[in-house]
């Protein structure tokens, strides 16, 4: 059966992460999915211009940001993103609000505002026995990166700040749940995933997951 390995970074079948051939997992099938994250804009970089709360704030753009009306977006700024929030546009001016994550920064501080990526997961995270999770951005490899894994009825399952995959060692983004690590994706069966950047570049998203169901 085929196996993984959770170190410093991570083997996977078919996918060639470096590894040092420890901590072998034996599952039963794999589930690999990679996924494009397309470059953002620049006009999509502005500032926090009104902060009503927490999670309420205007954004202002610069011309040809691409936001549209009721579009999902995460927002970028240095102390973290705040995932999954709602976006009104009149022309520049972009009003978010809700979502999850991080507060909203302070008013006037820089803000990147990007619409999520849809990614095309299916797995049922009570029967993971090791999860690789791996943003790839060689050419910007300070970016941040978001991916919300969530249920058939847009329930939240398991949420993730990613960096790019040797920024700061390779295990941050790997569950080795057959050997103790708790299995952040359990509950309701993962349907989907909703992704994004703050990079001027394009990036790739990895999910490699190892479970012990076909």
């Known amino acids: 059966m085929p196996q993984s390995q959770k170190v410093w970074s991570f083997l996977f079948p078919g996918y060639p992460f470096n590894s040092d051939g420890t901590n072998n997992v034996s599952h039963v099938s794999s589930l690999a999915v990679e996924k494009a994250i397309p470059a953002i804009l620049a006009a999509q970089t502005g500032t926090l211009d009104t902060r009503v709360d927490v999670d309420t704030g205007t954004a202002g753009l610069s011309a040809g940001h691409g936001i549209e009306t009721l579009d999902v977006v995460d927002v970028y700024f240095a102390a973290g993103v705040r995932y999954g929030m709602i976006a009104t546009v009149t022309v520049n001016d972009v009003v978010i609000d809700g979502g999850a994550g991080d507060d909203l920064p302070n008013q006037s501080d ?45 329930v939240s399952i398991a949420a993730l700040d990613l960096v790019h995959e040797k920024a700061n060692g390779a295990d941050s983004g790997i569950t080795d749940i057959a050997n103790g690590d708790t299995n952040i994706y359990t509950g309701n069966r993962i349907t989907q995933g909703q992704a994004s950047h703050d990079s001027l570049f394009a990036a790739t998203l990895y999910i490699l997951v190892g479970l012990v169901a076909p």
């Open 110 to 154: 820089p803000v990147t505002v990007v619409k999520q990526t849809p990614i095309e997961v299916n797995f049922d995270g009570d029967d993971a026995q090791i999860v690789g999770i791996f943003y790839r951005n060689p050419n910007d490899t300070g970016a941040l990166a978001s991916l919300d894994l969530l249920d058939v009825g847009d």
